[in-house]
């Protein structure tokens, strides 16, 4: 089961990250989030304080002039090479992006170490961590939100993670008090299928006391 680190900031978050990645062997970082979560900086910030190369997959991206689900929209061949150079330099590789085990499979790749990047806003008295993403609704039309909806409802990277991280979104704090998580996991889906991805009943992850 995930463990949940919260921190103020993402600042806060790659100091974590990067204390914990000096006793792990693991030489791949993959991190994963709805778009605008953080991933990308998170990642940035982990390459500045050495800890390895940081591969943001969005540069592979194109601009279709029609809708296009995300993975479509990569130069594909380009990423690979670009994933197999930084893993020949020896160092820890730092991936980020949407839908990555469809862009870059473990399978591919290998598993490395995961982490599922949350932003978390307290406009009402139980947090939201997936923003627009509302996983209980219908998948939107436009891309990549769709591609991204879809990717969670099958993947489910918010839930398989090795580490889920959590910061605040912009202008917002944690509270002093304590919260209820309720709704990290979308329980208005418990029991029933979601565009014909079955759902099951599901617990919050353990909340680790890692300072």
Known sequence: MAKIITKSNSDEIAGWITKFLSSSSSTLVRLEGVCGSGKTTIGR???????????????????PSKPTPYPQCLK?????????????????????????EEVAPV????????IYVKRLSFNAIEPIWHME?????????NEPD??????????????????IVEFPEDLHR????AYSRERYFDPSTFGRSVCGFPHVTRTSPSISKWA
Not at 81 to 98: E, F, N, P, Q, S
Request: glycine share 8%; hydrophobic share 40%.
């Open 45 to 63: 910030k982990l390459s500045e304080r050495g800890v390895g190369l940081h591969i943001n997959v969005d540069k592979f991206a194109t601009k």
């Open 76 to 100: 594909q061949e380009e990423l690979n090479g670009a994933i197999t150079r930084a893993i020949g330099k020896g160092k820890t590789v730092i991936l980020d992006a949407v839908c990555l």
């Open 107 to 114: 399978e591919l790749w290998g598993h490395g170490l995961s």
């Open 133 to 141: 993403l509302r996983l209980e609704d219908e998948p939107p039309i």
């Open 146 to 163: 769709r591609s991204v909806h879809l990717y969670h409802l099958k993947v489910l990277p918010h839930m398989n993670a090795d580490l």
């Open 174 to 177: 944690l509270p002093k008090v």
